[in-house]
Nanobody, 116 residues
Framework: QVQLVESGGGLVQAGGSLRLSCAAS????????MGWFRQAPGKEREFVAG????????HYADSVKGRFTISRDNAKNTGYLQINSLKPEDTAVYYC?????????WGKGTLVTVSS
């Protein structure tokens, strides 16, 4: 069983930064890609960023390009999302996702609240 645990969320002022982490359990964890999604109040869950696990090729939603940076440390079974220049519109629960073939694992989410 693979478990994903997010951390790093919190309350931050507009313009501030946070680093979110997604730690995967399992000594032999691997996946095809790890990504981050978010769900803001009154909105559907949306894709934020993703990265191929082996090659480290990142992809970003247009809304976060230039502000967010996704990375991963394969040896630590951990993915990261650096979120900078935060806006109130970034307020959401951020979820980590890992995909291997047709399988998906999800974390329980970490709340990011950006005050104006």
């Amino acid at each position: 069983q693979v478990q994903l645990v997010e951390s790093g969320g919190g309350l931050v002022q507009a313009g501030g930064s946070l680093r979110l982490s997604c730690a995967a359990s399992g000594r032999t964890f691997r996946c095809d890609a790890m990504g981050w999604f978010r769900q803001a109040p009154g909105k559907e869950r949306e894709f934020v960023a993703g990265i191929s696990w082996s090659g480290g090729i990142p992809h970003y939603a247009d809304s976060v390009k230039g502000r967010f940076t996704i990375s991963r440390d394969n040896a630590k079974n951990t993915g990261y999302l650096q979120i900078n220049s935060l806006k109130p519109e970034d307020t959401a629960v951020y979820y980590c996702n890992a995909r291997l073939g047709g399988m998906d694992w999800w974390g329980k989410g970490t709340l990011v609240t950006v005050s104006s």
